[in-house]
């Protein structure tokens, strides 16, 4: 019996950032330490405006495809 294996890995993420000095902007009592602390997220990936999924994965599959054509 053939066994199948992934070899290669690839990822894709939006362009834009957030971070949590932008975050403090909406919520001023909150200061961008103390989110950390609360989430332990500094920063986040903000898809664009239509950008769905499917268009990072694709974009993460041409990756792949680009760096490992055999």
Do not use: Y
């Not at 070899?7 to 949590?20: G, H, M, T, W, Y």
């Amino acid at each position: 019996m053939r066994q199948a294996k992934i070899q290669f890995v690839e990822r894709c993420l939006p362009d834009a950032i957030l971070s949590n000095d932008d975050l403090c902007k909406f919520a001023p009592s909150w200061t961008a330490e103390k989110i950390l602390q609360k989430t332990g997220i500094a920063f986040r990936h903000i898809s664009a405006e239509g950008e769905t999924s499917v268009d990072l994965g694709i974009r993460a599959a041409q990756r792949l495809f680009d760096q490992h054509p055999d």
